[in-house]
């Protein structure tokens, strides 16, 4: 429903006005990652009235995210979380142009899910992603809001490359894997998460209606509530910032492999992918075990692992102790 009135509780603004109202109408915002705050943030931009939204993410809805994951019902689980976001968050705004991004976001695919957008809003689960986003927003030249949350903690940090700090100036070298604490590892507070994708949403706003960003972290305690804020200085060595390397937008790899953070799940993205027809694939399937639709994607179960696969080729694979096993049971029932 469109009308004159629709945004004026926040068009009265000074802040935003008629004029920030209108600059958020011609904007194009990324959400990448669709989980506790990519929820909040996507929710908040949408009923903002910001004039294109594409949603993002690799993975399907567990009964687990509901925690915290306020776009999704029950009636969501198993079905892929852009398409599940994008059909609630365009019946909250018909007027916006809501698009559902079902993929992984990886040296790969990143330019083009992002070729046309005017700000990203992080709300991934790991640091490699966040390293390519910010390579990536670095060379466009346009903000990413970061956000961060873990047990009852929470942290905000939006860039604008080279006007403030970069995220690799922030975090100059990548811890080894499995040395941080995961949502499933320490829990998530759901309060904090949701105090996070909102702070971001907010900082997104603000930059989009002309604001400049102010180069400082926020760290949100979220238990007692409470806001710090720290001033982020661009490290001249910065290896992207800095010296203009793009480690991690310049990998390249036939596979792309990734575990979601902490379950026993990993993504497989064969990259050189193409159109797969899921309902023979499930018909074929159907002698080696149970297959049926979900959505946009094909649910196997054969094995005693679930394997849920994409139109466009990629897989989720559930039950697999690494890597080299994903790819071969990928190899065996999908097909490369
Ligand atoms: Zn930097």
Redesign the pocket.
């Known amino acids: 429903m469109a009308g004159p009135d629709r945004y004026r509780r926040q068009t009265v603004l000074p802040e935003i006005g008629a004029k920030g109202q209108r600059a958020l109408g011609s904007s194009r915002v990324a959400i990448v990652g669709l989980g506790a705050l990519g929820s909040v943030s996507s929710d908040l931009l949408v009923r903002a009235g910001v004039g294109r939204v594409r949603l993002v993410d690799r993975d399907v809805v567990e009964l687990v995210n509901l925690q915290r994951q306020t776009l999704y019902s029950e009636a969501d689980v198993e079905t892929p979380k852009a398409e599940a976001a994008a059909r609630r968050l365009q019946s909250v705004n018909a007027a916006v142009r809501v698009e559902a991004v079902p993929r992984d976001v990886h040296s790969g695919t990143v330019r083009e899910i992002l070729a046309d957008i005017d700000a990203i809003i992080d709300g991934t689960d790991n640091l490699e992603t966040r390293f390519l986003l910010n390579e990536a927003a670095m060379d466009r030249g346009i903000p990413l809001v970061y956000g961060g949350a873990i047990a009852t903690y929470g942290m905000v940090f939006a860039i604008r ?1 080279p006007e403030t ?2 995220f ?2 922030f975090n100059p070298n990548a811890p080894p894997p499995g040395s941080l604490p995961t949502c499933e590892t320490a829990g998530i507070f759901n309060a904090v998460s949701a105090e996070v994708g909102a702070i971001q949403a907010g900082e997104a706003i603000r930059v989009l209606v002309g604001q400049a960003p102010s180069g400082d972290l926020l760290v949100i305690d979220g238990w007692r509530p409470e806001i710090q804020r720290i001033h982020l200085a ?2 001249r060595d ?1 290896a ?3 010296r203009g390397e793009r480690e991690y937008l310049g990998a390249r790899r036939s596979q792309v492999l990734a575990s979601i953070c902490g379950s026993d799940t990993i993504s497989l993205d064969p990259i050189r992918s193409g159109t797969i027809d899921l309902d023979g694939l499930g018909r074929r399937l159907e002698a080696l075990g149970s297959a049926r639709r979900a959505g946009g994607v094909l649910l196997v179960d054969v094995e005693g692992r679930r394997l849920t696969v994409f139109a466009d080729g990629r897989a989720l694979i559930r039950g697999v102790k690494d890597e080299t096993e994903a790819r071969a049971v990928y190899a065996k029932y999908v097909g490369i």
Do not use: F, M, T
């Open positions: 490359s700090a970069c690799r100036c661009r490290r910065c992207a910032c800095g």
